[in-house]
């Protein structure tokens, strides 16, 4: 069993490929806000070399069903830049202009994806996921996002300030880890060749509401503050489904 390789070097997407009937790929570099703009050049290679190693292994290989995960980051900037937005469809992703080179990464996979499928080279599934959140999720100050960073600031609190990205009125349709598993199995049966099925629900809520709620739950009484000086992304968005 291979546990951890280069997906950027195409013989590893070789090696993971061989005999198998199906590739999962959700494999990309993926942080917080802060982490995404300071790193966008670099972000968008690595992201966009992963994913068409991988699609071009899998169908070198004779992978029979390959299912890519994308993100709602590929969704235009002025389709999410004020509260209360009308519910995304999967189609408003184009005219394409997302706000981060994540979300183009991640756009194009899709893109490529469709493309492989209309040749008939392979099956393919595709999903695009809303803000997934759940165990497991990276802690580190340099790459978490929203909920586990506002959870390792409660938990070292008051050792480090309970600060907010941004105003706190953004907002996000936050899906449960476990749900986005159920879709990600339920595809190979249901979704193959359909086109992209985006995972999330049809509410956002705030991160005034996360941070408020994490204090909550910790039983401190911690001062939260806001830093509006901070990028907060995208205002909000929701799924329609």
């Not at 950027?8 to 993926?30: G, P």
């Not at 994806?113 to 997934?132: P, W, Y």
């Amino acid at each position: 069993i291979i546990n951890q390789i280069d997906l950027v070097d195409y013989s590893n997407c070789l090696k993971v490929a061989e005999r198998q009937e199906i590739v999962y790929h959700l494999a990309d570099i993926v942080a917080g806000i802060n982490y995404v703009f300071d790193n966008q050049f670099s972000l968008f290679r690595t992201n966009v070399t992963m994913n068409s190693n991988m699609l071009h292994a899998a169908i070198e290989a004779g992978v029979q069903k390959y299912v890519y995960v994308g993100t709602a980051c590929s969704y235009p900037a002025e389709k999410q830049n004020t509260l209360n937005l009308p519910p995304l469809k999967e189609e408003d992703v184009y005219p394409a202009n997302p706000e981060s080179s994540y979300g183009w990464s991640k756009l194009i996979g899709e893109y490529e994806c469709e493309l492989a499928q209309k040749a008939g080279l392979i099956d393919i599934g595709i999903l695009r996921l809303h803000n997934v959140y759940g165990p497991k999720s990276e802690m580190s100050p340099e790459k978490s996002q929203v909920i586990p960073a506002l959870i390792r600031k409660a938990i070292n609190y008051p050792k480090e300030d309970f600060v907010v990205w941004g105003s706190g009125d953004q907002g996000r349709a936050f899906v449960y880890v476990d749900d986005v598993i159920e879709a990600i199995l339920s595809v190979v049966e249901f979704g193959m060749n359909k086109g992209v099925i985006q995972i999330g629900p049809d509410y956002s809520i705030s991160i005034r509401e996360i941070a408020k709620t994490i204090v909550s739950i910790s039983g401190k009484n911690i001062n939260i503050k806001y830093d509006t000086t901070k990028k907060e992304g995208d205002k909000d968005r929701t799924a329609d489904w």
